[in-house]
């Protein structure tokens, strides 16, 4: 029989405002095995951990319950004072009756009596708790960053600079990402190109950066430590190693109408292309889909007049198989589309353009060589027009909840550019509010009104219209003055709420690692583990995980290498020893379990078993415990229960059931 | 029937198979039962008729452990499950000599005693019709009326593994499997509540239903096994009765053939097909249409992971 302590914390008056701890207490000494009970004001201060350790020898515990916060707060706190007071680490269980209780409830009454049952829960379950010992596994001193923008540049850099290889998994034809499409940055106004092209190029020569660039993750597999990664080099149909750069393809080819992808549709590329001038590598792709040769088997025009003799038509995507010991996904962002929002004209009218589309207009490298105009008939704009939080903190479920947060900024920027290279274009910007926290973020908001005259109006702009006479009518509503406003514009620019990129569902669900409701990737503790993904081993970089500006993106990329690094320089990691466990006797030998098994950790063997006299060879499942993670699939698919989860067992999550049932 | 008994005396003869896995005559003329024949001699036993619903798939577990092969006789819906049990490593293939019989829908004894035929002294078949001599005079009845339930939503006479065919096949198919399980759909949740405690109250935990299902083929079964709480819970009160079936169904979803081997055997006649079924048009919904059995390879949905697989977020809502 166990002997059991519990102990009640009050968490300052977090839990023992809303919470009766003594009852809690007083009622847990009724359970069965119950020889210690006490509350206390801080568990998890040293004076209360001193409690704990006491009662253990005092009382000669052998399980221990905490009814404290959750347990992903001070769950190791309690373990290691158990494994000191000497008893194993796993016979610790934790009742949260901080969040399930104190946190969501006003009422005392009811507040205790489920704390109660949560202590009464954790008692059943600690009863059936048996010591487990944890294992050692590897660790592959190499990281993957998937996503070659900003984040993830910065990210390898930084871990590569501590010495450890680093691959960049980039899936279009050079590294910039986002960035390398702006063309200048808040609160400074230094070009972006200036200062994203040396890091840039600091990466691409980093002997222990290694960049995959038009590839894509295709597989992940493994845990913390030991990933093994299929990464999907696309076919490029040029040769890296003989490819000069010269440009000679890109200029012969006669597929020249398709689509600009950099300049965001707005202007053409050839079918063979580098995106922009300063691509890193700066190896042209063929794309196939546009590639007259591979559309009709004529042209060839590439081939004959590369010198290098780099073309090749023949590439097949390569698959390369590589092991990681930590993974930071550094995906990015995209905008929103725009289909949904038909108010603001912008399927109709070639004059209204996202906030993105402006950055190609005023880049020199863009569709128009860097001068203002209309794009529907090339004249210089007189009247514009920002549009804020299109998409963003919108509740109509067309576009996105949350604030977007480079809005504000980027708004100021290019109003202030605009007013200072074109005196004469008027520009007003309508806003729900002007959000500028941040370094030098107000100043420069104040200075794009107060010097350079631009005209904030704080309202929502409830319709644009394309008139007979190429002009846009702006119907919008003035809040401060209660009044309508009915204005022609020349251009209308929207401040398009951003989105995580397309594929990072499919990517986080390879990793295994969560995302919210709108896709971000959700961190481990959104205050005290904002780089670490939920999955071990699994990092966040960028935007994917929220909106973010440039220097808070830099600034989180390192956070993220830091924790890599931490990672890569263990030798050895601890691994969770609660793994699952087949029963031979009850195994059917049937596979679903190994089927199911995300980490490759079951196999089967032919064993001989001795079944209550009856000697016979069968087929058994065999966990290996260095792969599994204890995620339980395989428990539930079991369809004779001979699977396990050690520290998890069915037994004792039905003997919760029960106690909170009773 | 005869060809049947010439194929098997003469692999017995020829020791390509040890054993013979078919169907022999039982006590009442619409009882035949599974059973082995070893010789000629047993073989005069043998029978094949209409009444030879039950699927041997199953005993190939047993049989698979014994030297030599053992011929067994697969109606085509039989094959789904013996392709099943080999998907989970329970049968070996190599021990098996399996002649695909023909199938023009299997008999329900309970349907004829509903059409008020009693005291039955024998049955024979004439032109699509039953001729039967019972106590009290001669009836008849047709044999599509005589079906079972599940052969009325036949999945198709097409043996899906087999080493050689003999018998002809008719189509019997004449009715939408998923009917009744869209009848229940339609209720409130308190009708069907009122429905299932009207069917399942009936149960007297023979487990009879189990015994037969090939997919309930653990070593050990979970309401057995000391192991789990499950073997004293699932028939202290009529609450937990009623788990007993649910947890069933639970456990052979994705896996189920849809033999329908638990509703003939059932002897309160629960519809207990019901419950499978409505995994399978879950599944199917949310899937892709899937048959467990089809082949002994395809992973089911339930045990296999594809991007385009629903979200719990659909299936929660959809519930």
Same mark, same amino acid.
């Not at chain 1, 370094?439 to 008139?467: H, I, L, M, S, T």
């Not at chain 2, 049947?4 to 896995?21: C, F, I, M, N, Y």
């Not at chain 2, 009122?194 to 015994?211: D, G, M, P, T, V």
């Not at chain 2, 997919?215 to 609450?239: H, I, L, P």
């Given at each position: 029989?166990?002997?059991?302590?519990?102990?009640?914390?009050?968490?300052?008056?977090?839990?023992?405002?809303?919470?009766?701890?003594?009852?809690?207490?007083?009622?847990?000494?009724?359970?069965?095995?119950?020889?210690?009970?006490?509350?206390?004001?801080?568990?998890?201060?040293?004076?209360?951990?001193?409690?704990?350790?006491?009662?253990?020898?005092?009382?000669?515990?052998?399980?221990?319950?905490?009814?404290?916060?959750?347990?992903?707060?001070?769950?190791?706190?309690?373990?290691?004072?158990?494994?000191?007071?000497?008893?194993?680490?796993?016979?610790?269980?934790?009742?949260?009756?901080?969040?399930?209780?104190?946190?969501?409830?006003?009422?005392?009454?009811?507040?205790?009596?489920?704390?109660?049952?949560?202590?009464?829960?954790?008692?059943?379950?600690?009863?059936?708790?048996?010591?487990?010992?944890?294992?050692?596994?590897?660790?592959?001193?190499?990281?993957?960053?998937?996503?070659?923008?900003?984040?993830?540049?910065?990210?390898?850099?930084?871990?590569?600079?501590?010495?450890?290889?680093?691959?960049?998994?980039?899936?279009?034809?050079?590294?910039?990402?986002?960035?390398?499409?702006?063309?200048?940055?808040?609160?400074?106004?230094?070009?972006?190109?200036?200062?994203?092209?040396?890091?840039?190029?600091?990466?691409?020569?980093?002997?222990?950066?290694?960049?995959?660039?038009?590839?894509?993750?295709?597989?992940?597999?493994?845990?913390?430590?030991?990933?093994?990664?299929?990464?999907?080099?696309?076919?490029?149909?040029?040769?890296?190693?003989?490819?000069?750069?010269?440009?000679?393809?890109?200029?012969?080819?006669?597929?020249?109408?398709?689509?600009?992808?950099?300049?965001?549709?707005?202007?053409?590329?050839?079918?063979?292309?580098?995106?922009?001038?300063?691509?890193?590598?700066?190896?042209?792709?063929?794309?196939?889909?546009?590639?007259?040769?591979?559309?009709?088997?004529?042209?060839?025009?590439?081939?004959?007049?590369?010198?290098?003799?780099?073309?090749?038509?023949?590439?097949?995507?390569?698959?390369?198989?590589?092991?990681?010991?930590?993974?930071?996904?550094?995906?990015?962002?995209?905008?929103?589309?725009?289909?949904?929002?038909?108010?603001?004209?912008?399927?109709?009218?070639?004059?209204?353009?996202?906030?993105?589309?402006?950055?190609?207009?005023?880049?020199?490298?863009?569709?128009?060589?860097?001068?203002?105009?209309?794009?529907?008939?090339?004249?210089?704009?007189?009247?514009?027009?920002?549009?804020?939080?299109?998409?963003?903190?919108?509740?109509?479920?067309?576009?996105?909840?949350?604030?977007?947060?480079?809005?504000?900024?980027?708004?100021?920027?290019?109003?202030?550019?605009?007013?200072?290279?074109?005196?004469?274009?008027?520009?007003?910007?309508?806003?729900?509010?002007?959000?500028?926290?941040?370094?030098?973020?107000?100043?420069?908001?104040?200075?794009?009104?107060?010097?350079?005259?631009?005209?904030?109006?704080?309202?929502?702009?409830?319709?644009?219209?394309?008139?007979?006479?190429?002009?846009?009518?702006?119907?919008?509503?003035?809040?401060?003055?209660?009044?309508?406003?009915?204005?022609?514009?020349?251009?209308?620019?929207?401040?398009?709420?951003?989105?995580?990129?397309?594929? $990072? @569902?499919? !990517? %986080?669900?390879?990793?295994? *690692?969560?995302?919210?409701?709108?896709?971000?990737? /959700?961190?481990?503790? &959104?205050?005290?583990?904002?780089?670490?993904?939920?999955?071990?081993?699994?990092?966040?970089?960028?935007?994917?995980?929220?909106?973010?500006?440039?220097?808070?993106?830099?600034?989180?990329?390192?956070?993220?290498?830091?924790?890599?690094?931490?990672?890569?320089?263990?030798?050895?990691?601890?691994?969770?020893?609660?793994?699952?466990?087949?029963?031979?006797?009850?195994?059917?030998?049937?596979?679903?379990?190994?089927?199911?098994?995300?980490?490759?950790?079951?196999?089967?063997?032919?064993?001989?078993?001795?079944?209550?006299?009856?000697?016979? $060879? @069968?087929? !058994? %499942?065999?966990?290996?415990? *260095?792969?599994?993670?204890?995620?339980?699939?395989? /428990?539930?698919?079991? &369809?004779?229960?001979?699977?396990?989860?050690?520290?998890?067992?069915?037994?004792?999550?039905?003997?919760?059931?029960?106690?909170?049932?009773? | 029937?005869?060809?049947?008994?010439?194929?098997?005396?003469?692999?017995?003869?020829?020791?390509?198979?040890?054993?013979?896995?078919?169907?022999?005559?039982?006590?009442?003329?619409?009882?035949?039962?599974?059973?082995?024949?070893?010789?000629?001699?047993?073989?005069?036993?043998?029978?094949?008729?209409?009444?030879?619903?039950?699927?041997?798939?199953?005993?190939?577990?047993?049989?698979?452990?014994?030297?030599?092969?053992?011929?067994?006789?697969?109606?085509?819906?039989?094959?789904?499950?013996?392709?099943?049990?080999?998907?989970?490593?329970?049968?070996?293939?190599?021990?098996?000599?399996?002649?695909?019989?023909?199938?023009?829908?299997?008999?329900?004894?309970?349907?004829?005693?509903?059409?008020?035929?009693?005291?039955?002294?024998?049955?024979?078949?004439?032109?699509?019709?039953?001729?039967?001599?019972?106590?009290?005079?001669?009836?008849?009845?047709?044999?599509?009326?005589?079906?079972?339930?599940?052969?009325?939503?036949?999945?198709?006479?097409?043996?899906?593994?087999?080493?050689?065919?003999?018998?002809?096949?008719?189509?019997?198919?004449?009715?939408?499997?998923?009917?009744?399980?869209?009848?229940?759909?339609?209720?409130?949740?308190?009708?069907?509540?009122?429905?299932?405690?009207?069917?399942?109250?009936?149960?007297?935990?023979?487990?009879?239903?189990?015994?037969?299902?090939?997919?309930?083929?653990?070593?050990?079964?979970?309401?057995?096994?000391?192991?789990?709480?499950?073997?004293?819970?699932?028939?202290?009160?009529?609450?937990?009765?009623?788990?007993?079936?649910?947890?069933?169904?639970?456990?052979?979803?994705?896996?189920?053939?849809?033999?329908?081997?638990?509703?003939?055997?059932?002897?309160?006649?629960?519809?207990?097909?019901?419950?499978?079924?409505?995994?399978?048009?879950?599944?199917?919904?949310?899937?892709?249409?899937?048959?467990?059995?089809?082949?002994?390879?395809?992973?089911?949905?339930?045990?296999?992971?594809?991007?385009?697989?629903?979200?719990?977020?659909?299936?929660?809502?959809?519930?």
């Amino acid at each position: 029989m166990q002997r059991i302590g519990v102990f009640v914390c009050h968490c300052g008056s977090n839990i023992s405002a809303t919470v009766d701890v003594e009852k809690v207490a007083q009622m847990s000494l009724l359970e069965p095995g119950v020889v210690h009970a006490e509350d206390y004001q801080y568990m998890c201060s040293e004076a209360g951990q001193a409690r704990i350790t006491e009662a253990v020898k005092e009382k000669k515990l052998t399980g221990i319950v905490v009814c404290s916060c959750s347990p992903r707060m001070h769950e190791t706190t309690f373990r290691n004072a158990a494994e000191r007071a000497g008893i194993n680490p796993y016979m610790v269980e934790i009742a949260n009756i901080r969040e399930h209780c104190s946190w969501i409830h006003k009422n005392i009454e009811e507040g205790t009596e489920k704390a109660i049952i949560l202590a009464r829960a954790a008692i059943a379950k600690v009863t059936l708790n048996a010591p487990l010992k944890p294992g050692e596994s590897r660790v592959t001193k190499r990281a993957l960053v998937i996503g070659g923008g900003i984040a993830g540049i910065q990210t390898a850099l930084d871990i590569a600079e501590a010495g450890y290889e680093v691959d960049i998994v980039e899936k279009t034809p050079s590294i910039g990402g986002r960035m390398s499409q702006l063309d200048k940055t808040f609160p400074t106004l230094d070009c972006s190109a200036c200062i994203l092209t040396p890091k840039m190029v600091e990466a691409s020569a980093h002997d222990k950066i290694n960049i995959y660039t038009y590839s894509e993750v295709d597989q992940v597999s493994g845990f913390v430590g030991d990933f093994t990664v299929d990464i999907r080099k696309k076919a490029r149909s040029i040769n890296m190693d003989k490819c000069t750069g010269c440009g000679v393809c890109s200029e012969k080819c006669p597929s020249k109408k398709i689509s600009s992808e950099f300049n965001r549709g707005l202007g053409k590329r050839s079918a063979v292309y580098t995106p922009f001038a300063q691509a890193i590598p700066n190896v042209p792709v063929i794309d196939r889909e546009n590639c007259i040769k591979f559309k009709t088997g004529k042209c060839g025009i590439c081939e004959k007049v590369c010198q290098a003799g780099a073309v090749d038509y023949t590439q097949e995507d390569e698959i390369i198989t590589e092991k990681y010991g930590a993974i930071v996904v550094a995906t990015g962002f995209d905008t929103i589309k725009l289909d949904d929002f038909d108010e603001y004209a912008y399927n109709q009218s070639k004059d209204v353009i996202t906030s993105l589309e402006l950055e190609r207009v005023m880049n020199a490298a863009g569709p128009t060589k860097g001068h203002l105009e209309r794009l529907s008939d090339g004249k210089a704009p007189k009247n514009m027009v920002f549009i804020q939080c299109v998409g963003s903190r919108d509740v109509t479920c067309r576009g996105k909840v949350y604030c977007s947060k480079i809005c504000c900024m980027y708004t100021a920027k290019h109003a202030m550019l605009i007013r200072d290279k074109y005196p004469d274009v008027n520009v007003t910007v309508f806003y729900i509010d002007v959000r500028t926290p941040g370094k030098n973020f107000d100043e420069f908001y104040r200075r794009a009104v107060e010097e350079y005259g631009v005209n904030y109006v704080k309202g929502q702009v409830g319709k644009v219209a394309p008139q007979a006479n190429g002009q846009l009518l702006v119907q919008a509503v003035d809040l401060l003055d209660n009044k309508q406003i009915l204005m022609e514009a020349d251009m209308v620019v929207l401040a398009t709420a951003i989105e995580p990129e397309a594929g $990072v @569902r499919k !990517i %986080a669900t390879m990793l295994t *690692a969560s995302i919210d409701t709108n896709n971000f990737l /959700t961190e481990a503790h &959104p205050k005290l583990r904002p780089v670490e993904s939920p999955t071990a081993g699994v990092f966040l970089s960028g935007v994917c995980q929220g909106p973010k500006d440039i220097p808070e993106t830099v600034a989180q990329a390192g956070s993220a290498a830091v924790k890599a690094i931490g990672l890569l320089a263990k030798e050895k990691l601890m691994t969770n020893p609660c793994t699952a466990k087949s029963d031979e006797l009850l195994c059917n030998g049937c596979s679903t379990c190994a089927n199911v098994c995300p980490y490759g950790a079951i196999t089967y063997e032919d064993r001989e078993v001795n079944d209550h006299g009856i000697r016979e $060879v @069968r087929r !058994i %499942a065999v966990v290996n415990n *260095a792969l599994c993670q204890g995620c339980g699939a395989c /428990t539930v698919t079991c &369809p004779s229960g001979a699977m396990d989860l050690q520290g998890f067992s069915n037994r004792q999550i039905i003997a919760e059931v029960d106690a909170i049932c009773r | 029937m005869q060809e049947l008994v010439k194929r098997a005396s003469e692999l017995l003869a020829d020791g390509s198979v040890a054993r013979v896995l078919g169907w022999k005559a039982g006590d009442l003329p619409y009882n035949p039962e599974p059973a082995y024949f070893e010789n000629e001699e047993q073989l005069r036993s043998f029978v094949y008729n209409g009444f030879c619903g039950a699927n041997l798939s199953k005993y190939m577990i047993e049989a698979s452990k014994l030297e030599g092969k053992t011929l067994v006789f697969l109606k085509p819906c039989d094959t789904y499950s013996f392709n099943q049990l080999m998907k989970e490593y329970r049968v070996d293939r190599e021990k098996a000599w399996i002649i695909g019989v023909g199938c023009r829908g299997k008999l329900d004894i309970e349907a004829v005693k509903r059409s008020g035929i009693k005291g039955i002294e024998s049955i024979s078949e004439e032109d699509g019709e039953l001729k039967i001599k019972t106590l009290y005079g001669d009836h008849s009845i047709s044999y599509a009326e005589a079906m079972l339930e599940r052969c009325h939503s036949c999945k198709g006479k097409e043996h899906r593994v087999y080493d050689e065919l003999i018998g002809e096949s008719e189509e019997t198919n004449d009715s939408e499997r998923f009917a009744g399980v869209t009848e229940i759909e339609a209720m409130s949740p308190e009708e069907k509540f009122a429905y299932f405690q009207k069917e399942l109250s009936k149960c007297i935990r023979c487990n009879a239903c189990r015994n037969v299902c090939p997919a309930c083929s653990c070593r050990k079964c979970v309401f057995d096994s000391n192991k789990f709480d499950s073997a004293q819970k699932a028939n202290t009160d009529s609450f937990e009765e009623k788990m007993f079936h649910i947890i069933r169904a639970f456990h052979v979803a994705g896996r189920c053939t849809d033999c329908g081997e638990c509703s003939r055997v059932c002897p309160e006649g629960i519809p207990l097909h019901l419950f499978n079924r409505k995994f399978m048009k879950d599944i199917d919904e949310l899937y892709g249409e899937f048959r467990a059995g089809e082949d002994a390879e395809t992973k089911g949905p339930l045990t296999d992971f594809t991007f385009e697989d629903a979200e719990p977020g659909v299936v929660a809502e959809r519930g």
